[in-house]
């Protein structure tokens, strides 16, 4: 059974249809690449997979579960699916150790020695051991993202989405977030990602998902496909990047 | 023939001063606790998807800042006991500079929530957080801290205000000040005085407000 199943997603914002019916299962351990043009589409798809976009129309389902628009469904399927934004997004008021303990403190009760104990873990993992009482300020880009991975990674959550964790970084920070990526890929984390690295793509994930117009126009093996695309609209994605 | 200043008439008068002063601070400082806690709800309400409540609260603040506190405090304490609701002078005058600064201070605040940028809402949302979590840990602290100097001013303004509370007797600073002219006759001498009184508890209460932001906002570390 798939972690997550999506079936038929529609989703418009106003007269612009943006997702026309996707069809996607997220599968235990899978590192799905989530690729194509700016506006195709890509962004939405992981943000509808998080509750932060509502759908028009599909079926959206966790551990079997059909997710609805109740509050504690959003909840629960939180719990499950965490996700990293490009704009890191910490909270500029707590710590980095502050940032990572929140949310297991005030969402899963976690006393302060519990949730102090899995953020310093979870820090130390993303090799940010002695910036533990740095505020967001603080802190390079690069240092910032890998805080908002331990932050989302201290849930325990059972997919990651990141939504091109490296495009807001100077050149020379990227390499710092792909590392810790994939080791993730390489623990067996799930995850989704939209990345522009098609590289990294290629070499850390086993499934790649091209979106054009708002469908997925072409998917596969990210070697294969990148060798062999299908469609022409893949074709000239891939080498219009080349 | 010249007027001949006697500021020595007001010392045997002191005490009605200080008892002003005293007053004044009462109703100051539980009419900004209480009216900064009413514009946090306020400003949480009218944040809110709620459409019905956010609304209310839209006429409330609506109505508030567009009627003069004088009128609201007549209100109160002279309206209000035909609906059977009897309030002494004292607790009137706190009511009034209550709904006061809720007004003022939703409006405020809520400016200090939109300043939020949406990204980090939806960071808490991805980490499950429910929205009283969000806005009690995420949105509340950087928010009045964006409008901390904004909402000094504010309780300033409303300390300044409450001096219309003699109105209704309320034995604050200038109640004092109306009594002892009356008696004296020593207007410029007695204003004069509070005057400088008034200014020094404005002065006071900015610094006070100031620290008290420095605590709130300063960087701590809560672990
Ligand atoms: N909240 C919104 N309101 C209106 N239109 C939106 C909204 N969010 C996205 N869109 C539109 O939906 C389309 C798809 O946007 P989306 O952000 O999903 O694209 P993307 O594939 O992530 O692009 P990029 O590579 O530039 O990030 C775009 O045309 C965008 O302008
Ligand atoms: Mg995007």
């Known amino acids: 059974m798939s972690l997550v199943e999506l079936h038929a997603i529609h989703k418009s914002f106003g007269a612009l249809e943006v997702l026309k019916g996707i069809d996607l299962s997220i599968d235990e351990g899978q590192v799905i690449a989530l690729i194509g043009k700016s506006g195709s589409g890509k962004s939405t798809l992981l943000r509808t997979i998080n509750g932060l976009e509502a759908i028009d129309d599909g079926v959206i389902m966790v551990g079997g579960k059909k997710i609805s628009e109740r509050d504690t469904d959003l909840l629960a399927l939180r719990l499950q699916v965490g996700m990293v934004f490009q704009q890191f997004n910490l909270f500029p008021h707590y710590t980095a150790l502050e940032n990572v303990m929140l949310s297991p403190q005030v969402v899963k009760k976690q006393s302060k020695p519990e949730a102090r104990e899995i953020a310093e873990e979870m820090l130390t993992k993303v090799g940010l051991a002695d910036k533990m009482m740095h505020y967001p300020d603080q802190l390079s880009g690069g240092q910032q993202q890998r805080v908002a991975i331990a932050r989302a990674l201290a849930m325990k959550p059972k997919v990651l989405l990141c939504d091109e964790v490296t495009s807001a970084l100077d050149p020379e920070l990227v390499n710092e977030v792909l590392a810790v990526v994939r080791q993730l890929a390489e623990e067996g984390m799930t995850l989704v990602m939209v990345t522009h690295e098609m590289r990294f793509a290629r070499e850390v994930c086993d499934k790649l998902v091209f979106m054009h117009q708002g469908r997925i126009h072409e998917t596969g093996d990210p070697e294969e496909v990148f060798a062999n695309p299908k469609t022409p609209e893949l074709s000239s994605f891939v080498g219009g990047l080349a | ?223």
């Open chain 2, 1 to 223: 023939m010249a007027y001949k200043f006697d500021f020595g008439a007001i010392v045997p008068h002191w005490e009605l001063l200080v008892d002003g002063m005293i007053l004044t601070t009462e109703l100051t400082v539980i009419g900004a606790v209480v009216g900064v806690g009413l514009g946090i709800m306020g400003a949480w309400a009218r944040a809110s998807r709620a459409p019905v409540i956010s609304q209310i609260v839209g006429v409330y603040v609506e109505l508030i800042r567009n009627t003069p506190f004088l009128v609201q405090l007549f209100f109160i304490f002279f309206g209000l006991p035909a609906l059977g609701v009897k309030l002494s002078e004292f607790q009137a005058a706190v009511l009034a500079m209550i709904v006061n600064l809720g007004a003022y201070s939703t409006e405020i605040i809520r400016a200090g929530i939109l300043a939020i940028p949406q990204g980090q809402i939806e960071a808490a949302q991805s980490l499950a957080m429910n929205r009283v979590q969000i806005f009690r840990y995420v949105v509340l602290l950087p928010a009045l801290k964006k409008i901390w100097p904004a909402l000094s001013s504010q309780i300033v303004i409303v300390m300044l205000g409450s001096s219309v509370c003699s109105q209704i007797a309320a034995e604050e600073l200038t109640f004092g000040a109306n009594y002892i002219q009356a008696i004296n006759f020593r207007a410029f001498e007695v204003y004069f005085v509070v005057t400088g009184l008034y200014l020094a508890m404005s002065i006071l209460l900015r610094m006070g407000l100031k620290v008290l932001g420095n605590f709130l906002f300063e960087r701590r570390r809560h672990v």
